[in-house]
């Protein structure tokens, strides 16, 4: 299994990012995907998960958007008026037959 993610960088206050997370070892179709953060001095959160039913993270609904392209078992995470306290590396999940497994992570920094 492995969980490749891309799309981090810095971004000011009030803008947009889409983070991509490429996947291959398994039948992605079949795999339960999310994505966590994990801020400065933080623990890690569930941002936002895209099995079965689509959930949200309070402090997310509205602004972040998660989707699916299993014809290209690539998942995204599309993050608009980014705020200060979204910065954190943003880590890739795939649940996948009592399975977790986790991606390298990628960093969204949202600074002026």
């Known amino acids: 299994v492995r969980l490749v993610e891309s799309g981090g960088g810095l971004v000011q206050p009030g803008g947009s990012l889409r983070l991509s997370c490429a996947a291959s070892?398994?039948?992605?179709?079949?795999?339960?995907m999310s994505w966590y953060r994990q801020g400065p001095g933080k623990g890690r959160e569930l941002v936002a998960s895209?099995?079965?039913?689509?959930i949200y993270a309070d402090s997310v609904k509205g602004r972040f958007t998660i989707s699916r392209d299993n014809a290209k078992s690539t998942v995204y995470l599309q993050m608009n008026s980014l705020e200060p306290e979204d910065t954190a590396v943003y880590y890739c999940?795939?649940?996948?037959?009592?399975?977790?497994?986790w991606g390298k992570g990628t960093l969204v920094t949202v600074s002026s």
């Open positions: 895209a099995a079965g039913r689509t």
């Open positions: 070892g398994f039948t992605f179709s079949s795999a339960g």
């Open positions: 999940n795939a649940r996948y037959y009592g399975s977790n497994h």
